[in-house]
Protein backbone atom coordinates (compact mmCIF):
# COMPACT_ATOMS: atom_id res chain seq x y z
CA UNK A 1 0.00 0.00 0.00
CA UNK A 2 1.34 3.47 -1.30
CA UNK A 3 2.25 5.96 2.06
CA UNK A 4 -0.12 8.02 2.86
CA UNK A 5 0.87 11.95 3.48
CA UNK A 6 0.00 12.67 6.41
CA UNK A 7 -1.31 16.70 7.22
CA UNK A 8 -1.57 18.45 10.51
CA UNK A 9 -4.25 21.57 10.22
CA UNK A 10 -3.31 24.70 12.25
CA UNK A 11 -6.35 26.77 12.01
CA UNK A 12 -8.83 28.04 14.44
CA UNK A 13 -11.93 28.08 12.87
CA UNK A 14 -13.43 24.78 13.46
CA UNK A 15 -16.15 24.99 10.61
CA UNK A 16 -13.71 25.67 8.13
CA UNK A 17 -11.11 22.87 9.54
CA UNK A 18 -13.79 20.81 8.73
CA UNK A 19 -14.00 21.53 5.24
CA UNK A 20 -10.18 21.31 4.77
CA UNK A 21 -10.68 17.99 5.67
CA UNK A 22 -13.84 17.06 3.72
CA UNK A 23 -11.39 18.20 0.54
CA UNK A 24 -8.65 16.47 1.67
CA UNK A 25 -10.59 12.99 2.06
CA UNK A 26 -11.16 13.37 -1.82
CA UNK A 27 -7.77 12.31 -2.58
CA UNK A 28 -7.04 8.78 -1.31
CA UNK A 29 -2.75 9.80 -0.97
CA UNK A 30 -3.20 12.58 2.20
CA UNK A 31 -4.35 11.88 5.70
CA UNK A 32 -5.07 14.30 8.41
CA UNK A 33 -3.50 13.11 11.52
CA UNK A 34 -4.24 15.92 13.63
CA UNK A 35 -5.79 19.68 13.95
CA UNK A 36 -5.05 22.46 16.26
CA UNK A 37 -6.92 25.71 16.73
CA UNK A 38 -3.80 27.73 17.99
CA UNK A 39 -0.03 27.96 17.57
CA UNK A 40 0.91 26.58 20.50
CA UNK A 41 -1.52 23.41 20.13
CA UNK A 42 -0.65 23.14 16.60
CA UNK A 43 3.75 23.55 17.43
CA UNK A 44 2.96 20.71 20.24
CA UNK A 45 1.11 18.55 17.80
CA UNK A 46 3.75 19.11 15.03
CA UNK A 47 6.04 17.38 17.08
CA UNK A 48 4.50 14.82 18.72
CA UNK A 49 3.06 13.59 14.86
CA UNK A 50 5.87 14.76 12.80
CA UNK A 51 3.59 14.91 9.72
CA UNK A 52 4.42 15.56 6.09
CA UNK A 53 2.22 18.67 5.43
CA UNK A 54 1.01 21.29 7.76
CA UNK A 55 -1.82 23.37 6.57
CA UNK A 56 -0.84 26.79 8.18
CA UNK A 57 -3.42 29.86 8.95
CA UNK A 58 -1.20 33.13 9.62
CA UNK A 59 -4.08 34.70 11.84
CA UNK A 60 -4.07 32.50 14.74
CA UNK A 61 -5.52 33.35 18.61
CA UNK A 62 -2.08 33.09 20.43
CA UNK A 63 0.75 33.56 17.64
CA UNK A 64 1.70 34.44 14.21
CA UNK A 65 1.54 31.97 11.63
CA UNK A 66 5.11 33.50 10.53
CA UNK A 67 6.30 32.07 13.87
CA UNK A 68 4.73 28.56 14.07
CA UNK A 69 6.04 28.12 10.52
CA UNK A 70 9.58 28.80 11.17
CA UNK A 71 9.58 26.91 14.31
CA UNK A 72 8.25 24.07 12.55
CA UNK A 73 10.93 24.53 9.95
CA UNK A 74 13.64 24.32 12.23
CA UNK A 75 12.59 21.73 13.75
CA UNK A 76 10.84 19.17 11.44
CA UNK A 77 13.02 20.66 7.99
CA UNK A 78 11.41 17.75 6.20
CA UNK A 79 7.70 18.90 6.87
CA UNK A 80 6.72 21.34 4.24
CA UNK A 81 4.19 23.81 5.45
CA UNK A 82 1.58 24.99 2.66
CA UNK A 83 -0.26 28.52 4.46
CA UNK A 84 -4.06 28.78 4.16
CA UNK A 85 -4.76 32.72 4.56
CA UNK A 86 -7.45 35.10 3.93
CA UNK A 87 -4.82 37.55 3.34
CA UNK A 88 -4.10 38.28 -0.59
CA UNK A 89 -1.63 41.06 -0.43
CA UNK A 90 1.96 40.51 -1.36
CA UNK A 91 3.33 41.61 1.69
CA UNK A 92 1.76 38.36 3.46
CA UNK A 93 2.98 36.19 0.54
CA UNK A 94 6.28 36.84 0.84
CA UNK A 95 6.88 37.32 4.56
CA UNK A 96 5.25 33.62 4.05
CA UNK A 97 7.79 32.29 1.80
CA UNK A 98 10.52 33.77 4.26
CA UNK A 99 9.26 32.07 6.98
CA UNK A 100 9.50 28.31 5.67
CA UNK A 101 6.38 27.84 3.78
CA UNK A 102 6.57 26.06 0.28
CA UNK A 103 3.06 27.04 -0.78
CA UNK A 104 0.43 29.68 -0.24
CA UNK A 105 -3.40 29.66 -1.07
CA UNK A 106 -6.14 32.38 -0.41
CA UNK A 107 -9.00 30.53 1.53
CA UNK A 108 -11.74 31.52 -1.07
CA UNK A 109 -9.50 29.50 -3.17
CA UNK A 110 -9.31 26.20 -1.16
CA UNK A 111 -12.32 24.37 -2.58
CA UNK A 112 -10.74 24.49 -5.91
CA UNK A 113 -6.31 24.72 -5.36
CA UNK A 114 -5.97 23.06 -2.23
CA UNK A 115 -5.32 19.51 -3.63
CA UNK A 116 -3.06 20.30 -6.27
CA UNK A 117 -1.00 22.70 -3.79
CA UNK A 118 -0.96 20.00 -1.53
CA UNK A 119 0.01 17.68 -4.41
CA UNK A 120 3.21 20.09 -5.36
CA UNK A 121 4.52 20.98 -1.98
CA UNK A 122 4.43 17.30 -0.86
CA UNK A 123 6.69 17.00 -3.67
CA UNK A 124 8.88 19.26 -2.54
CA UNK A 125 7.37 21.77 -4.92
CA UNK A 126 6.79 25.48 -4.37
CA UNK A 127 3.01 26.81 -5.24
CA UNK A 128 1.42 30.17 -5.16
CA UNK A 129 -2.57 30.37 -6.00
CA UNK A 130 -3.16 31.00 -9.61
CA UNK A 131 -5.69 34.01 -8.44
CA UNK A 132 -2.63 36.56 -6.79
CA UNK A 133 0.39 35.12 -8.63
CA UNK A 134 -0.24 38.31 -11.53
CA UNK A 135 -0.47 39.81 -8.66
CA UNK A 136 2.90 39.01 -7.39
CA UNK A 137 4.47 39.48 -10.95
CA UNK A 138 3.08 42.68 -11.34
CA UNK A 139 4.65 43.77 -8.20
CA UNK A 140 8.15 42.68 -8.87
CA UNK A 141 7.80 44.16 -12.62
CA UNK A 142 7.42 46.79 -10.52
CA UNK A 143 10.10 46.53 -8.55
CA UNK A 144 12.61 45.71 -11.23
CA UNK A 145 11.77 48.69 -13.04
CA UNK A 146 12.29 51.31 -10.20
CA UNK A 147 15.43 49.79 -9.57
CA UNK A 148 16.45 50.86 -13.28
CA UNK A 149 15.69 54.42 -12.32
CA UNK A 150 18.50 54.53 -9.38
CA UNK A 151 21.51 56.16 -10.11
CA UNK A 152 22.18 58.60 -7.09
CA UNK A 153 25.47 58.25 -6.23
CA UNK A 154 24.97 58.06 -2.05
CA UNK A 155 22.12 55.41 -2.15
CA UNK A 156 24.74 53.45 -3.65
CA UNK A 157 26.78 53.96 -0.24
CA UNK A 158 24.21 51.84 1.25
CA UNK A 159 24.77 48.29 1.63
CA UNK A 160 22.10 46.00 0.66
CA UNK A 161 20.47 45.69 3.92
CA UNK A 162 20.82 49.45 4.77
CA UNK A 163 18.55 49.67 1.01
CA UNK A 164 15.98 47.98 2.17
CA UNK A 165 15.26 48.90 5.64
CA UNK A 166 15.32 52.66 3.75
CA UNK A 167 12.82 51.34 1.55
CA UNK A 168 10.71 50.06 4.42
CA UNK A 169 11.05 53.37 6.37
CA UNK A 170 10.39 55.39 3.37
CA UNK A 171 7.01 53.15 3.34
CA UNK A 172 6.18 54.26 6.91
CA UNK A 173 6.56 50.87 8.18
CA UNK A 174 7.84 51.20 12.21
CA UNK A 175 10.81 49.54 12.56
CA UNK A 176 9.13 47.47 15.25
CA UNK A 177 7.39 46.02 11.65
CA UNK A 178 10.58 45.80 9.71
CA UNK A 179 12.64 43.97 12.46
CA UNK A 180 9.35 41.40 12.46
CA UNK A 181 9.47 41.43 8.64
CA UNK A 182 13.35 40.90 7.92
CA UNK A 183 14.13 38.97 11.08
CA UNK A 184 16.18 41.30 12.85
CA UNK A 185 15.77 43.70 16.24
CA UNK A 186 14.49 46.79 16.57
CA UNK A 187 17.92 47.62 17.85
CA UNK A 188 19.76 46.96 14.46
CA UNK A 189 16.92 48.61 12.72
CA UNK A 190 17.59 52.00 14.22
CA UNK A 191 21.63 51.28 13.97
CA UNK A 192 20.75 51.07 9.91
CA UNK A 193 18.61 53.97 9.97
CA UNK A 194 21.72 56.02 11.28
CA UNK A 195 23.40 55.10 9.51
CA UNK A 196 21.49 55.75 6.48
CA UNK A 197 20.45 59.45 7.31
CA UNK A 198 24.00 60.18 7.79
CA UNK A 199 25.16 58.49 4.57
CA UNK A 200 22.64 60.26 2.56
CA UNK A 201 22.71 63.31 4.90
CA UNK A 202 19.43 63.88 5.87
CA UNK A 203 17.86 65.36 8.55
CA UNK A 204 13.96 63.54 9.02
CA UNK A 205 11.67 60.66 8.57
CA UNK A 206 9.90 63.33 5.85
CA UNK A 207 13.40 64.32 4.50
CA UNK A 208 13.68 60.39 4.07
CA UNK A 209 10.08 59.57 2.10
CA UNK A 210 11.40 62.63 -0.05
CA UNK A 211 14.46 61.38 -1.19
CA UNK A 212 12.80 57.80 -1.97
CA UNK A 213 10.37 58.86 -3.92
CA UNK A 214 12.89 61.21 -5.97
CA UNK A 215 14.39 57.55 -6.72
CA UNK A 216 11.49 55.77 -7.54
CA UNK A 217 11.31 53.71 -5.01
CA UNK A 218 8.46 54.33 -3.43
CA UNK A 219 4.71 55.83 -4.58
CA UNK A 220 4.54 58.88 -2.86
CA UNK A 221 0.57 58.66 -3.16
CA UNK A 222 0.52 54.79 -2.05
CA UNK A 223 2.61 55.98 1.35
CA UNK A 224 0.22 58.87 1.94
CA UNK A 225 -2.69 55.77 1.76
Known sequence: MAHKKGILIIDDHPLFREGL????????????????????EGLRLAKELKPDLVLMDISLPDQSGFEITRAIRSLLPDTRVLVISMHSKIDYIVKAFQSGATGYIVK????????????????????????????VV?????????????????YGTLTPRE???????AEGLSPKEIAERLFISPKTVENHRTTIMNKLGLQSSLDLVRYAAKLGLVDIERWKE
Do not use: C, P
Not at 163 to 169: A, C, W, Y
Open 21 to 40: KAIIARNSGFEVKGEAGSGR
Open 108 to 135: ESASDRLLQGLDLVGRGEYFLDSSISHQ
Open 138 to 154: ERLLGSSEREKKITDAA
Open 163 to 169: QEVMRLL
